[in-house]
């Protein structure tokens, strides 16, 4: 079933994992929140949530989240950041939550990009962090690659990027090699995935936008070689944190919350 599985739908199988289940709402945590919609240019709607920071306001992140679940799952990782003096967007992928469609990596490259138009039209006058974990990682590099190359406005102020693989084709063939099942298949599947979109290739081309790269080294499902492999391939102004918790569990420690934000409200090349 596995192989039959991976067969019809390529990889993309390892990447997503959405449904459709409210783990908690914003307010569930004190915090202010408003619902917002996107519309994607091939006509999916999806659903994130805006919230807003403590005043006075110092920029927004756009949270992009990992493969499992769904944004409701995810908000802990940044419900932080508001009483910083931070607003978080954090949009669904399609499939996800209450986004409409069928995710796709090509869908997902999509979504991300038009809730950073969204930005762009609604929040431009404040300096605009990017921050993705783990598959949010993939399509943080892959969207600030391609906005800086073609000079889109706003700049992103910073991009962090923490538990992010090197590419997805790497990642792809180095999990079905994992397992006996799928280990002779490891080749021909992971040859389904574009590689237009390997992170180490593109990670470069943030620059000059200073770029923080976190990666754990008891990360079990993505481990440490694919940080310290973007963190080789970018170009300064770059920064590489090492933590010590398990996968996506960064903001769980004070000491990295601080670390980032040194990161982010530090003067450094004029930005």
């Given amino acids: 079933m596995l192989c039959s599985t991976l067969f019809l739908g390529g990889c993309s199988g390892l990447f997503f994992f ?11 945590l004190n915090l202010e929140y408003e619902d917002v919609w996107l519309d994607t ?5 999806l659903h994130a949530w805006l919230l807003p920071g403590k005043p006075p306001v110092k920029g927004t992140v756009y949270f992009l989240h990992g493969n499992a679940q769904n944004i409701s799952a995810h908000i802990l990782n940044v419900a ?19 986004s409409s469609g069928k995710p796709d990596l090509a869908g997902a490259l999509h979504d991300v990009e ?4 969204w930005l762009a039209e609604h929040h431009a006058e404040e300096p605009i962090i990017l921050l993705g974990q783990s598959l949010g990682g993939g399509l943080a590099i892959a969207l600030a690659s391609e906005w800086t190359q073609r000079q889109e406005q706003p700049e992103f102020h910073r991009v962090i990027v923490d538990g992010t693989f090197a590419g997805f084709r790497a990642i792809a063939r180095e999990k079905l090699g994992e397992f006996w099942l799928t280990w002779a298949f490891q080749i021909p599947l ?16 943030i ?12 990360d079990p499902i993505i481990p440490y070689h694919h940080g310290v492999k973007l963190a080789t391939a970018a170009r300064d102004p770059r920064q590489f ?31």
């Fill in 41 to 45: 240019r091939d006509g999916e709607r």
């Fill in 114 to 117: 038009i809730g950073m138009r």
């Fill in 241 to 271: 944190l090492t933590t010590d918790t398990p996968h996506a569990a960064t903001f769980v420690l004070p000491a990295y919350r601080q670390a980032v934000l040194e990161f982010i409200e530090r003067e450094q090349e004029g930005k």
């Fill in 190 to 205: 992971s040859w389904t995935i574009p590689n237009d979109y390997e992170g180490i290739d593109h990670i470069a081309n």
């Fill in 18 to 28: 959405p449904d459709q289940v409210t783990y908690v709402t914003p307010d569930r």
């Fill in 80 to 98: 932080w950041l508001p009483a910083e003096g931070y607003n978080v967007f954090l949009p669904d992928y399609r499939g996800y939550g209450r």
């Fill in 207 to 218: 620059s000059p936008v200073p770029i923080m790269v976190i990666h754990s080294t008891r």
